[in-house]
């Protein structure tokens, strides 16, 4: 397998001006928590709200020149940044997802003028649709996170982070289909290999999680959860993110449901910021001391800001939540520490 920081280099050159460098802010909160300095990297200030930008931009870009257009199956960000970089370059996108994303990542993108795909219950129905217009109308489908120009893209967020605070001891990053894990990995290992990176994932469904276990790709089932956008499988025949997140993630742990519920909590009244529930998986497994303990500055990345306001209402005010069949208690915020 060929792929180094000189791909993220490259790719943080084709992104510029488009998906920038965001800041990476100090939690007092969570630093106390932490014991240790606690930093967020605040990828919900992109211009798609979501990291997801980077990697499709880099792709997107990568393009050849007579291309018909480009097409994709999303949870939602990645959707929205292939429709963003898209634009940007002046061809047609068509995303594909499945009935499971959120109405206001569909508004998102059809605002950004792609044409959207509803298909099916699962990434996987809407992965069909992506490949039939590969066949069909000669479209070129970009992964979102198993395609070497897309994981290169997410890692210039691992670039920035070590170039800030090159003294990080720990990252924690949400993890689904692994392409921001291995390309953040790639870049924190290359300039300190002593780092320690850790995916973080919902307990319902972790695919990543469970292949690791496997020892090779394996399916989930897809259900509801808070972290939507951490929500499908890597695919069967995945050929780059799962490699290279086995090899180079140092672990993964899972949280539940409310540990999720109770970290948008504390990241809305302690830090004051929006952000999905897909962020904050590395913030609940701090809270419920699911980690080895750091030894020096933890980071990790407020991946997205693209939810469901009313849903949101609902956790920040502590009422249940349901999702599907499952009901997460509610509660009104309450400092655990
Ligand atoms: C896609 C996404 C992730 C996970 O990224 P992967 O590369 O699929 O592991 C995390 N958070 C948000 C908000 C996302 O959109």
């Known amino acids: 397998m060929d792929f180094a920081l000189r791909d993220i280099l490259a790719a943080r050159k084709a992104i510029r001006g488009v998906a920038d460098s965001t800041p990476f802010v100090p939690s007092s909160y969570m630093t106390e928590v932490a014991g240790h300095d606690f930093l967020l990297k605040l990828e919900n200030m992109q211009p798609i709200g979501a990291f997801k930008l980077r990697g499709a931009m880099n792709a997107v870009m990568a393009l050849p020149e007579d291309t018909p257009g480009v097409t994709c199956c999303s949870t939602g960000n990645h959707g929205r940044g292939v429709a963003f970089a898209a634009r940007n370059r002046g061809i047609r996108a068509v995303i594909c997802m499945s009935k499971l994303v959120p109405q206001a990542k569909v508004d998102g993108i059809r605002a950004l003028g792609a044409e959207v795909r509803i298909i099916g219950t699962s990434q996987d129905d809407a992965q069909a649709e992506a490949e039939r217009l590969v066949a069909e109308e000669g479209l070129t489908e970009v992964s979102p996170f198993d395609d070497p120009r897309v994981i290169a893209g997410q890692g210039t967020i691992g670039l920035e982070m070590l170039e800030a605070r090159p ?164 509660a009104p915020y309450a400092r655990k520490v």
């Open 167 to 330: 003294d990080l001891d720990m990252l924690l990053v949400p993890l689904s289909g692994g392409g921001l894990a291995a390309g953040v990995a790639v870049a924190a290992k290359t300039i300190n290999p002593r780092i320690r990176v850790i995916g973080v994932s919902m307990d319902r469904g972790p695919a990543m999680h469970l292949s690791i276990a496997a020892g090779g790709p394996v399916e989930v089932e897809e259900v509801p959860s808070l972290a939507d956008s951490l929500g499908g499988g890597i695919g069967l025949a995945n050929k780059l993110s799962f490699p290279l997140c086995r090899d180079h993630l140092d672990g993964t742990v899972l949280v539940t449901e409310e540990e999720i519920y109770h970290a948008m909590q504390t990241l809305y009244y302690e830090d004051r910021i929006v952000a999905e529930g897909a962020c904050v998986v590395g913030i609940a497994a701090m809270l419920a001391d699911k980690l080895d303990a750091p030894r020096g500055p933890v980071g990790t990345i407020v991946t997205g800001r693209n939810l469901d306001m009313e849903m949101f209402t609902r956790v920040v005010t502590g009422q249940d939540i349901e999702l599907g069949d499952y009901t997460v208690k509610g």
